[in-house]
């Protein structure tokens, strides 16, 4: 094996500097009063857009390949286990559903998109060792106005066309998922912050995602040349209940300290939201490198940030100095639910209730992503109990085929302000073919997320990156006439008629048992020969001993 010298070492990082790739790794802590804790990580790299992945350098080549082959011009994965609750803790920097969500904008120069597609999550599946391989034209759909490309585009050029978007709610993320994912860091798992990633400590969170976002980005302001963004995120919440106490260390929640910083990174940093100190005051052990002020759309965010650039183990600490406080939660500007309707087994409904908080009108979009098993009655459509309202600004409904595509609703609202905006849309049960139902079929059926699309007024509670931003520091001063997010609602479960299963185990056990009950009989007749006894026969040996019990009992 080849072992490389200090000379050689910084040689290395000299030809990575030529070439233009660039790696950096950050993580974001931010404490979500009273019980919880919020950490997300980000591992960012740029690849110089022009260069093919026949000789990858920190990017990775699997997932390179995957791009240039398939010709995807931008890619969002995630794998998700848990519910964010929006009401209760703010916006994630990256909101993802429940379970497996994949989308991507292919080239125009694509013309077959949906067979690309097909190859894509099948290729993604190997890759990452999910069920994305059950992505199929059933449960696939083309959203027209909820989902925006957030990458360098052409111009003049019809983004829904080249879109695909699908979900799996009912995947289960697991140890298999995560560590292909971390096979595509430059330092792997073993040295930088993708060290405290530890499956037994991630796995034990109330909310856990693992992502991977591809997409272009522009050098400068002409966009004559781009780069390529691979971006790798994981998200976790702890509840200070699962690790016993609201003092929280890296010890209490990965296992271990922070062995320092991936050798290969030009920036890695810690930032520590301590806004709540005001409130619950705690205090962080080492001390802070910088404490940053942000302003950004009528909030104030303080940021404590941590320049890592040694690889010393380090063990970041906060202690609370007083922990019987009542907290007062004060709601972000836009906050939904979701829920399911109906009894029985013939009819039922779905509910969305959209909450504007703010003073002034919210406009948003609501996609409504109904499988082929449940269909979904536009006739039914009611908001707020009526059938015509002056809320919807635009829709979009495309009617699924059975067993062919799945039902579609977009719907455009201009959300009143400080109201609660009801949708109620009933939906029929439908009889499915036994080989169609799961291994669990009285378990009940998933039904994915739905999107709202929203552009807010204020930046309260939010805590994503600007559009053009890839760092945290973009974050800082960052104001914006609109913030733009994308969130996922609570997913919801039915239960569809199911067979009764165990009847055809009782009608084997059945037929077996009367078959050998009649067969043991007939085949002791037809194979077995009936022989009298002679009268001189010898006795047998337990003949003999039976008789000499009997002679001494007598």
């Not at 969500?101 to 999910?130: M, N, Q, R």
């Not at 069920?131 to 111009?155: C, V, Y």
């Amino acid at each position: 094996m080849l072992k490389l010298g200090i000379p050689s070492f910084f040689l290395l990082i000299l030809i990575l500097q030529i070439k233009g790739d660039d790696f950096k790794e950050e993580i974001f802590i931010k404490p979500l009063p009273p019980s919880h804790l919020y950490v997300n990580f980000h591992f960012i790299t740029l690849v110089n857009g022009e260069e093919s992945f026949e000789h990858s350098h920190l990017a990775p080549r699997s997932l390179g390949e995957i791009m240039s082959r398939y010709q995807v011009e931008e890619l969002h994965l995630t794998l998700t286990e848990g519910q964010w609750k929006h009401k209760q803790w703010g916006y994630p920097v990256l909101d993802a559903a429940p379970g497996a969500e994949l989308y991507a904008w292919f080239s125009p120069e694509v013309i077959d998109v949906d067979a690309h597609w097909k190859k894509l999550s099948s290729t993604l599946s190997g890759l990452f060792c999910a069920s994305l391989n059950f992505i199929e034209n059933f449960n696939t759909i083309t959203p027209k106005m909820s989902l925006w490309p957030t990458g360098a585009q052409k111009l003049k050029q019809n983004y829904t066309s080249q879109l695909r978007y699908a979900s799996l709610p009912r995947e289960i993320v697991c140890t298999e998922n995560l560590t292909p994912w971390k096979k595509l860091l430059p330092c792997e798992s073993s040295h930088g912050f993708s060290s405290l990633l530890n499956s037994r400590m991630i796995h034990n969170t109330n909310y856990h995602s693992i992502g991977v976002h591809v997409r272009r980005t522009c050098v400068d302001n002409n966009c004559l040349e781009t780069n390529l963004e691979i971006k790798q995120t994981v998200a976790l919440v702890y509840d200070f209940k699962i690790i016993n106490s609201m003092d929280w260390s890296f010890r209490k929640l990965f296992g271990q300290g922070l062995p320092g910083a991936c050798p290969l990174s030009s920036s890695s940093k810690i930032y520590i939201d301590t806004t709540s100190n005001s409130t619950y005051r705690f205090k962080l052990s080492p001390e802070p490198n910088n404490i940053v002020l942000s302003q950004r759309g009528g909030s104030e965010t303080e940021l404590a940030v941590y320049n890592i650039n040694n690889s010393v183990m380090m063990n970041i600490v906060a202690k609370y100095e007083t922990k019987d406080k009542i907290f007062v939660n004060i709601p972000p500007p836009l906050s939904f639910t979701r829920y399911v309707l109906g009894y029985g087994k013939e009819f039922g409904g779905i509910v969305t209730e959209l909450t504007n908080n703010y003073w002034a009108p919210i406009d948003v979009v609501l996609l409504e992503n109904a499988p082929w098993w449940l269909p979904i009655q536009l006739s039914s459509l009611r908001i707020n109990g009526e059938a015509e309202s002056k809320l919807i600004m635009s829709q979009y409904y495309s009617p699924g085929k059975s067993r062919q595509k799945p039902y579609h609703l977009e719907l455009l609202l201009r959300l009143p302000p400080k109201s609660t905006t009801t949708l109620t849309i009933d939906f029929e049960f439908v009889f499915l073919k036994w080989q169609e139902y799961p291994p669990d079929a009285n378990h009940g059926f998933y039904i994915g997320s739905a999107l709202i699309s929203a552009n807010l007024p204020t930046a309260k509670n939010y805590t994503s990156l600007p559009i053009h931003g890839n760092t945290f520091d973009s974050v800082i001063n960052a104001s914006k006439p609109w913030y733009p997010m994308i969130f996922r609602t609570n997913g919801a479960m039915v239960s569809l008629p199911t067979p009764d299963f165990s009847m055809p185990y009782n009608v084997i056990c059945l037929a077996c048992t009367v078959v050998a009950l009649a067969f043991g009989p007939l085949n002791n007749i037809c194979t077995k020969e009936l022989v009298l006894k002679a009268a001189g026969t010898p006795l047998s040996l337990r003949q003999k001993i039976f008789n000499i019990f009997k002679k001494k009992k007598d």
